[in-house]
């Protein structure tokens, strides 16, 4: 079983940019897809991306159209978040979560069994 730790989390001004790392040991991430939820004070945790095993597939698919890019470096066993134009209410607490899956396609709701602890973003000027 997997076990992930992520980092990068901390206290951003409005309009940078944050890359945020989820960095798995016990073993390799290939067979897993990952995704990136986060948590907003007060409110349900909600999935932002999500990649699947081999890396061909994301979403959101277009990350021009958005702000969050989610890759994967397989031989360094590490899950990316990148962030872009961050706003306050990007505020909250993110957490990587993996699925060991033969699927092709991931997805961003609650399917994922491997969680770890969760990084603290906060978003202020």
């Known amino acids: 079983q997997l076990q992930l730790v992520e980092s990068g989390g901390g206290l951003v001004q409005p309009g940078q940019s944050l890359t945020l790392s989820c960095t798995a040991s016990g073993g390799p991430i290939r067979p897993w897809h990952f995704a990136w939820f986060r948590q907003a004070p007060g409110k349900d945790r909600v999935g932002i991306a999500c990649i699947n095993n081999m890396g061909g597939y994301t979403n959101p698919q277009d990350p021009v159209k958005g702000r969050f890019t989610i890759t994967r470096d397989n031989d360094k066993n590490t899950v990316y978040l990148k962030i872009d134009e961050l706003k306050p209410e990007d505020t909250g607490i993110y957490y990587c979560?993996?699925?060991?899956?033969?699927?092709?396609?991931?997805?961003?709701?609650?399917?994922?069994?491997?969680w770890g602890q969760g990084t603290r973003v906060t978003v202020a000027s």
């Open positions: 979560a993996g699925l060991h899956t033969a699927a092709y396609y991931c997805g961003i709701s609650g399917q994922y069994n491997t």
